[in-house]
């Protein structure tokens, strides 16, 4: 009998029923025909330290956070990437040889090659970006699009504080602008982002007017329950590149896979039927 180690993953949140990261890590294992297994841990906020601490003695290589937990991880980690630090969160986590912890974060990672990916003619220095929204995951939006050298960023949130706050954190490029006038920066954006949770499945419903969308303009939502959110369709009816939510959730999910089994993954369309199984 062989006493080589098949190595373990999973994702570590509360609730965790809900997270579709099994499907797309257990699909990928499958396809690279690796031996190895990932599992949802539901996992309560104060066992969050003694499992992290666990997971390793048990054979686990790595795991993803999700809700409520990806603050919390932080300080329980050995090591955060400067990623994560930048972004106040972390999803990733790699369990060394030595059974120390580093934390990672994907997300900007996720978004931005979601937005090659799915608009490969758009150019970050093309012209400003409307993100709506100032929550966890509009930090890894804007991290991402400064990196990528965005020149502008007009950044709307219901509540202004935040989005003052973000200004803050990452500089003079990022112009708030008041949630009620929102779409009249439509009209200049070569990108919108809606970073809120509007427009979910069970959400209140995006209301910011979206007349001003120029046909050059590219537009894409984080928000992939429904995959064609309101917004995505009117993008679709100015003529605009879209590009739905599901993608990113796809690509943050490459990294954690490629560190702990070995092989870079392809996100395709086979992989996005097997997110939505
Ligand atoms: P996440 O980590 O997914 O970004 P979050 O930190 O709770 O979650 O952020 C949710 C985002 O959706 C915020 O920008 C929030 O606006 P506030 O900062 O004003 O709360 C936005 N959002 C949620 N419900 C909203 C609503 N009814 N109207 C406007 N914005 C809303």
Redesign the pocket.
């Known amino acids: 009998m062989s006493d080589r180690k098949i190595p373990l993953a999973g994702v570590i949140g509360c609730p965790v029923a809900h997270s579709r990261s099994p499907q797309i890590q257990n699909h990928w294992l499958k396809t690279y025909e690796i031996a190895g297994y990932y599992v949802p841990m539901h996992v309560e906020p104060q066992d969050l330290e003694t499992v992290i601490r666990s997971l390793p003695k048990a054979g686990f290589v790595g795991a993803n956070v999700t809700i409520p937990h990806k603050e919390a991880v932080m300080q329980i980690a050995d090591k955060v990437t400067d990623r994560a630090t930048l972004m106040g969160a972390a999803n990733t986590l790699i369990f060394r040889e030595d059974g120390s912890v580093l934390a990672d974060n994907t997300d900007g990672y996720g978004f931005i090659t979601n937005l090659h990916q799915g608009a490969p003619d758009w150019k970050p220095n093309g012209g400003p970006a409307l993100v709506l ?6 930090r890894a939006v804007i991290a991402s699009l400064v990196e990528a050298g965005v020149p502008e960023i007009m950044l709307s ?3 202004r504080e ?1 989005a003052d706050q973000l200004r803050k954190e990452f500089g003079k490029r990022i112009q708030v602008i008041d949630w009620v006038k929102a779409g009249n920066a439509v009209e200049d954006a070569s990108l919108v982002v809606n ?4 427009g979910m499945e069970g ?2 419903p995006l209301r910011v007017p979206m007349d001003g969308l120029q046909t050059s303009c590219v537009v894409t939502d984080l928000v992939y329950t429904p995959l064609k959110t309101d917004l995505i369709q009117a993008g679709e009816d100015a003529g605009c590149t879209v590009v739905d939510g599901l993608g990113m959730l796809l690509h943050q999910a490459v990294p954690g896979f490629e560190r702990w089994f070995g092989q870079r993954p392809k996100v395709d369309e086979a992989t996005r039927a097997a997110a939505l199984a």
């Open positions: 929204g100032a929550g966890g995951a509009c949130n219901r509540t935040r970073a809120t949770s509007l959400k209140r």
